[in-house]
């Protein structure tokens, strides 16, 4: 196969994670190097008013600069982005992300799916797709895209997972490329950062 | 050579394809859109018509004038709440509003109003306030189905629970329920709110300058926007405003790469609000 993953150049990491979700993303940062150098845009269910705590835990645990996004923020290499309370987050083709109000996805506003979807279509086979530890289906969707775009996708092994659901939606899609405990990811990730 | 064309690039043809289309049969221009949330929709579009291309839209919209107006309509769909972002409203209440009291008349524009319920939230504070009577809201969206919508003022029941909450927190100290009729399953907001309200349509994109205003709210309608386009609708703003007139924009939206942001003083760069500098 001519675009193996060893030599593919990724250009972007998107995450998503629902309940369960603050603890695994903070060991996930914790253990990214220093020089990781792909953006990091992550989607994690929350509610309306809570995207100050969570950016403030994950700032303390992670070893790169952790943002809520803005509309029409530039994306950044080694940056990780989180979806604000209350919006979508969406990656437009100019590499900065967007926002929009259109209604929740599983009830949830940001969704996974969209999300994933948007960077699909802007990334193509240069994304890589994370679903973590969470309790209902959004992102299951989001990762049949990424793969039907040429993405990669990596779902949390569901029994290691905190809650297993949200894995497993994504795993019965047969659209995920490998299966990981959240020990496993960080390492991964890292590797197809210095490709 | 075809073979070399990705999902991803495809995709981006079979869309410029289409708002090309749109512009030569309708005269829509949907170019400077953010273009993620316009593939969203025009993909949620797609699975409403069973096709499976974007392009086969083309054929669609060329000859069939109402699958058109249907996809326009979906465009302007937002999924919103009374009082959303209820320290906004508190900050208005408490650093706006006692500005505005001081004009014997008072014009408000709700730049891109959607389905309506900030333009009745905003009637409600008013009102509460005592200077409703002293007030002109205009209400623009460019488009007429939201527009009808909003005119109407009817909302569903079931975020009842939610619209309380959040008018609490904005400061409100009365019933949220003395404001409306309970009909079923539904709420209609009271006429005596309404008539301080002229809905009319506007857009942002084509139109120009919308009078002489002490406040303009246009909040989550730029996100729809690319950066050339929300440069172009922040300046027919600020000139819309009145010499010391404010603005409130989206909590997450982003002034900073804008022309006007030197125009403009901050009541709270936070909560996304300012106020126009003596030019």
């Given at each position: 196969m001519k675009d193996s993953v060893a030599e593919r150049k990724y250009q972007a990491v998107v995450l998503g994670t629902s309940a369960g979700g603050i603890n695994a993303l903070a060991f996930l940062f914790s253990q990214l190097g220093e020089d990781f150098s792909l953006p990091v845009l992550v989607t994690k269910h929350i509610g309306l008013n809570d995207d100050r705590g969570m950016l403030r835990v994950l700032s303390r645990q992670s070893t790169l600069p952790v943002k809520v996004a803005k509309d029409k923020h530039r994306i950044q290499p080694g940056t990780i982005y989180l979806a604000p309370a209350g919006y979508h987050m969406l990656v437009e083709e100019n590499d900065t992300v967007s926002l929009n109000l259109e209604a929740p996805i599983a009830h949830s506003r940001p969704s996974i799916d969209v999300l994933f979807q948007s960077a699909a279509s802007v990334y193509g086979p240069s994304l890589v797709a994370?679903?973590?530890t969470?309790?209902?289906?959004d992102g299951a969707d989001g990762i049949r895209t990424v793969k039907a775009f040429g993405g990669t996708t990596i779902a949390q092994c569901p029994r290691s997972a905190e809650m297993g659901v949200m894995p497993k939606a994504s795993l019965d899609t047969g659209c995920i490329d490998y299966l990981m405990t959240l020990e496993e990811i960080p390492a991964y990730l890292d590797g197809i950062s210095c490709v | 050579m075809i073979e070399s064309c990705t999902v991803a690039e495809l995709?981006?043809?079979e869309l410029n394809l289409l708002l090309k289309t749109i512009q030569e049969r309708y005269g829509h221009d949907f170019n400077d859109y953010a273009r993620a949330s316009m593939i969203r929709r025009v993909k949620k579009y797609m699975e409403t018509m069973g096709v499976s291309h974007i392009s086969d839209l083309i054929p669609l919209f060329l000859h069939d004038g109402r699958a058109f107006h249907r996809f326009v309509k979906s465009l302007s769909v937002v999924v919103?709440?009374?009082?959303r972002d209820p320290d906004v409203f508190k900050t208005l209440r408490e650093e706006v509003v006692p500005v505005l009291k001081t004009y014997p008349f008072i014009k408000i524009w709700h730049a891109g109003c959607a389905s309506g319920?900030?333009?009745?939230?905003?009637?409600i504070l008013l009102e509460e306030e005592g200077i409703l009577d002293r007030c002109q809201i205009y209400a623009t969206d460019f488009n007429d189905d939201a527009l009808k919508t909003a005119k109407k003022g009817i909302y569903q029941a079931e975020n009842i629970a939610l619209y309380e909450k959040n008018y609490r927190l904005s400061g409100g100290?009365?019933?949220l329920s003395d404001y409306w009729v309970s009909l079923y399953d539904a709420i209609k907001i009271n006429s005596r709110l309404m008539e301080k309200v002229t809905f009319a349509n506007h857009n942002l994109v084509t139109d120009g300058v919308f009078g002489e205003m002490n406040l303009v709210m246009c909040r989550n309608v730029l996100i729809y926007f690319n950066e050339q386009l929300q440069?172009?609708?922040?300046?027919?703003i600020d000139e819309s405003l009145c010499p010391r007139g404010f603005l409130c924009i989206g909590r997450r939206e982003n002034l900073k790469f804008s022309q006007i942001r030197k125009n403009l003083e901050d009541v709270s760069n936070r909560l996304r609000i300012y106020r126009k500098c003596i030019s």
């Open positions: 994370v679903i973590l969470g309790a209902n289906r | 995709e981006q043809l919103t709440e009374m009082f319920q900030e333009v009745y939230s905003m009637a100290s009365r019933e440069d172009r609708a922040l300046n027919l």
